[in-house]
């Protein structure tokens, strides 16, 4: 898999310097700076995070005016044997993997800092003007032990990566020298074991780590599997829609206007982190698709076995769940943004969900400022999730094309469905898993590589979203339905007014786009243990789901955590980061917004209405 993963490198490697936008009105203490990126970084899963000065040694050719260092570790992702699925794909490439990972990190967050109007450059495994080593000892994320380098609480292998830049931190101190005592502690003690103050529990069965690779943390086979899904589909009757008319693109067409087609362009990239991520999503695009090898190679005609590997290697590459289907006609578009027909050219579909974390999504009011930086955060990770798997899949014999949010072929949500991984809700046009609920972008990867299919899950959901409306009252523009389901295109759905849902994401003056539905849905949980019980209630006690739905309201869920806010409200705005002018949206429970339920009024647009190719 070496060819997939010198491809990625390389966007990041590109990608170290960069132009630095004019000062914005961030604060000025190296403490609340120093917090700020880290959360940043932890946000986007490093395992561990140090600040450090940077000495004139530590740099491999002439020392560079860059005094401080953020030092970014990633740990080798879990090896449960030779003999599980997808291992004879996977072997070999954890560090690989993992010094991806870190030189992702550090080329987003290098790249944030600098639209922060202060200079910054990353240093990757493959590209760095800097000794990792030294600066990673020198930010106390590391220390010497037998010779070697080691990360405290990490037992396995790890890649590092760094950004030196010039904006002042509060530099960590490098780590005191232990003896085999205090090293022991640090392995057995307790608080890391059982995962105490919110660390993750170190004790496998307690975290996932003992679960096969292709399985995933997430007991996903414990849930219902159905022939059908629980949405009744006229398969027939579904027809094939062109991009063109999706109401985004509709609105950068000036359907809506020239306010929402200016909107559009900026979107949910107006903040300074989704900059960063933004510029790495399109970056891959050109990457989606390419050549494929001549021969079929040898023992990737088991439609099990590939499915089981093809899993394996999601995961092991990030995604959080993962699910196989077939394609069916009517989840391909009809048309391109140019207008030329798009012919269904692959059978089957990977699905993969990317968790938008709960932790931030805790601290937030679901459309406020960090809003759109965690949907781009998603779609930027599964992009080079799908976009390495392609690659490798293409070198094996088989067609394969990663299908993202910048530029996909098929409709998402039908094959979400169909892979298994949640039912249609309330929300409308939007799949809710049991797990994270609707806390979650999707990335699909078709190809024609044999596969056994997943059948859809029925955990009581249709059920569940009639007896709750937690999300409609919730919405700030009033375009999730309180009433019952309705025939729409050949589903029974509870049909959203998506034009609303449109303007309101794209023209919301106090944040960037939208995910308040995420954030109130009583599923959206962190799945600690005290949650699991109402989990397993709803899924298995149909005359609990009301009862649940509404102690939901009652404790509070769905409030903003201000303790989880980490990150800064800017805006990005020509070229800059400013205050938003504005302000920030902080919005708390509306238990009176059932209110318009009895004139609520949706507006459909059935496929016969939308504009031509």
């Known amino acids: 898999m070496g060819h997939a993963y010198a491809t990625y490198e390389a966007i990041y490697d590109r990608c170290r310097r960069g132009e630095v936008a004019p000062p914005a009105p961030v604060p000025t203490s190296p403490a609340e700076v120093s917090a700020n990126l880290k959360a940043g970084l932890y946000f986007l899963n490093a395992d561990v995070v140090g600040c450090g000065v940077v000495s004139p040694a530590a740099w491999t050719g002439q020392p560079h005016p860059h005094r401080f260092s953020v030092v970014i570790v990633v740990a080798h992702t879990r090896d449960r044997g030779a003999d599980q699925p997808g291992e004879q794909w996977i072997s070999g490439t954890r560090q690989r993997n993992a010094d991806l990972r870190a030189a992702e990190l550090a080329t987003i967050s290098a790249s944030y800092i600098r639209k922060l109007g202060f200079d910054a450059i990353a240093h990757t495994p493959t590209a760095t003007d800097l000794d990792l080593e030294a600066v990673a000892l020198q930010a106390g994320v590391v220390e010497v032990r037998r010779g070697r380098l080691r990360v405290p609480y990490l037992p396995g292998g790890f890649a590092l990566a760094a950004v030196s830049t010039d904006i002042e931190l509060a530099p960590d ?22 995962g105490r103050h919110g660390t993750r529990a170190r004790i496998a069965r307690l975290n996932g780590d003992h679960r096969p690779v292709h399985m995933g943390r997430y007991p996903m086979e414990k849930i219902k599997r159905v022939e059908e899904a629980t949405t009744l589909i006229l398969a027939d009757e579904v027809p094939r829609v062109p991009k063109r008319a999706a109401w985004f693109e509709r609105a950068g067409r000036g359907d809506l206007g020239k306010k929402f087609q200016n909107d559009r362009k900026v979107f949910a990239y107006k903040t300074p982190q989704a900059q960063s991520y933004g510029e790495q999503i399109r970056a891959m695009v050109p990457h989606q698709d390419g050549p494929v090898a001549g021969d079929v190679a040898a023992g990737t005609h088991d439609p099990g076995a590939n499915s089981n590997a093809l899993k394996a290697l999601a995961y092991h590459l990030g995604g959080d769940m993962v699910g196989v289907c077939e394609a069916p006609g009517y989840a391909w578009f009809s048309h391109r943004e140019d207008g030329t027909a798009i012919e269904p050219y692959h059978r089957n579909a990977v699905v993969i969900l990317l968790d938008q974390g709960y932790e931030t999504m805790e601290g937030a009011s679901g459309d406020d400022w960090v809003s759109g930086a965690q949907s781009m955060r998603a779609y930027m990770r599964g992009a080079q999730i799908t976009g390495i798997m392609a690659e490798h899949i293409r070198s094996l014999g088989w067609s394969a094309r990663s299908q993202t949010n ?119 949980i962190e799945g600690v243990l005290a949650e699991r019980i109402f989990l397993w209630s709803a899924i298995k006690l149909p005359f609990t789901r009301r009862w649940i739905a509404t102690l939901d309201d009652r404790v509070g869920n769905g409030s903003i955590n201000k303790v989880k806010k980490w990150w800064w409200d800017l805006e990005w705005k020509d070229g800059r980061t400013i205050e938003p002018a504005k302000g920030t949206n902080a919005r708390e429970l509306d238990m009176n917004g059932g209110r318009i339920a009895d004139k609520q009024k949706i507006a459909i647009y059935p496929a016969a209405a939308n504009p031509a190719p």
């Open 406 to 524: 910048m530029d996909s072929d098929v409709l998402h949500i039908p094959l979400v469905l169909a892979a298994g991984l949640g039912e249609m809700s309330r929300i409308g046009e939007l799949v809710l898993n049991p797990f994270v609920g609707p806390r979650f972008k999707s990335v699909v990867l078709t190809t024609d590589m044999p596969i056994s299919a997943d059948r859809p899950i029925d955990f009581g959901l249709q059920d569940f979203c009639g007896k709750c409306t937690k999300c409609a009252r919730e919405c700030p523009c009033g375009a999730i339905s309180f009433g019952e389901k309705v025939m729409f295109n050949g589903y029974e759905i509870w049909k959203p007014d998506v034009e609303k849902c449109t303007k309101y994401r794209l023209g919301n003056l106090k944040g960037s786009a939208c995910g308040r539905c995420m954030k109130t849905c009583p599923y959206n």
């Open 173 to 194: 101190a490098p780590l005191a020298r232990r003896g085999p005592l205090s090293q022991l502690r640090t392995t057995l003690s307790p608080g890391w074991l059982f």
